[in-house]
Nanobody
Framework: QVQLVESGGGLVQAGDSLRLSCAAS????????MAWFRQAPGKEREFVSA????????LYADSVKGRFTISRDNDKNTVYLQMNSLKPDDTAVYYC?????????????????WGQGTQVTVSS
């Protein structure tokens, strides 16, 4: 089992920045690609960003390209999501997920373990 704990969410104003963190524990040797998804009220969970184990490959949803940056520290088994120029449409619960696959993937079914989520609220 792998446990994931997200942190860093909060209430900010449009244009502000936040940095989310997701720490993995347990059988972390099985963790390869890591990703962030989000779910807004009344909407389906959607892909935000993903990163390969090495950090050399990343994927972003079109809606966050140029504003969000994913990174990871394998020594700390932690993945980060730096979110800049936040918009009210970014309001959602953000979830971290891990996959045993090597390359980042935008499909939710590629991910085995999920965190409980952290709320991000952006006011206009």
């Amino acid at each position: 089992q792998v446990q994931l704990v997200e942190s860093g969410g909060g209430l900010v104003q449009a244009g502000d920045s936040l940095r989310l963190s997701c720490a993995a524990s347990g059988r972390t040797f099985s963790v390869s690609a890591m990703a962030w998804f989000r779910q807004a009220p009344g909407k389906e969970r959607e892909f935000v960003s993903a990163i390969s184990r090495s950090g050399g490959n990343t994927l972003y949803a079109d809606s966050v390209k140029g504003r969000f940056t994913i990174s990871r520290d394998n020594d700390k088994n932690t993945v980060y999501l730096q979110m800049n120029s936040l918009k009210p449409d970014d309001t959602a619960v953000y979830y971290c997920a891990t996959s045993p696959l090597g390359l980042p993937d935008a499909r939710a079914y590629a991910y085995v373990y999920w965190g409980q989520g952290t709320q991000v609220t952006v006011s206009s």
